[in-house]
């Protein structure tokens, strides 16, 4: 039995979290989740529905897909936590996505530099550069905040930006157009399938991708 039979993605690094089941390359079915409904409850309800209406039992499942992000923080901290209880639970394969290259898989195969950015307030960007040769998606620099302006300054010419960011930069860069902006179940899929260097596969270890703490985070540590 492949790995990838009978699969459960979930995305919620976003403001709408996204749920889907999967076989092979082909989503079966997928349902978003409202920005008022990102509690591990309203998560586990839309996990149940789908897979009921599949007469699938979470058993069945042959492994689960996460983004990773960057992203939304409590959005994060659920979809991981979600995930790792569900493979320890039923046993199947954990896949570990990071969601940039999910955007970066997204992008039209003309374009061969690819970044995507979304943003980390306060003026700044998460950043990853990649490059795309005979179909397959590689990265090309790691994952970064960067102050806005200087991301800008240095960008290559000839990069299409895409991301949840890059919409606040279409009057100054060549963009994707953003329906592309943000990454689906299936992108998910695809980079758990295509590209190893973007997954952790280590459900202890697998960590989401912050960077920076949470906002509260970093106002305490400001007072202190």
């Known amino acids: 039995m492949s790995d990838f ?19 092979g390359e082909r989503v079966l079915a997928e349902e978003r989740l409202a920005e008022a409904h990102r509690r591990a409850s309203d998560l586990a309800s839309t996990v149940q529905r789908l897979l009921t209406a599949q007469s699938w039992k979470a058993r069945d499942l042959t492994a689960v897909v996460v983004g990773l992000g960057p992203g939304s923080y409590t959005g994060l901290r659920v979809g991981l ?20 290259a999910a955007i970066a898989i997204r992008a039209p195969s003309a374009n061969r530099a690819i970044t995507v950015i979304a943003d980390a307030l306060q003026g700044k960007l998460f950043v990853r550069d990649y490059s795309r040769r005979d179909g397959d998606l590689t ?11 200087t991301w800008l300054e240095s960008l290559p010419a000839g990069t299409i930006v895409t991301g949840p960011a890059a919409k606040g930069f279409a009057d100054k860069v060549a963009t994707t157009e953003e329906l592309l902006h943000e990454s689906r179940p299936v992108d998910l899929l695809a980079v758990a399938q295509r590209c190893p260097w973007a997954v952790n596969s280590d459900v202890w270890q697998a960590e989401p991708l912050y960077l920076r703490g949470s906002s509260a985070e970093e106002k305490a540590a400001g007072r202190a």
């Open 81 to 100: 936590a979600s995930a790792k209880a569900l493979s320890y639970a039923t046993g199947c394969k954990f896949f570990g996505v990071e969601t940039f």
């Open 5 to 23: 039979d009978r699969v459960l993605v979930l995305e919620t690094s976003g403001r709408v979290g996204q749920v889907a089941l999967a076989s």
């Open 139 to 149: 990265a090309t620099s790691p994952l970064r905040i960067i102050q806005g302006a």
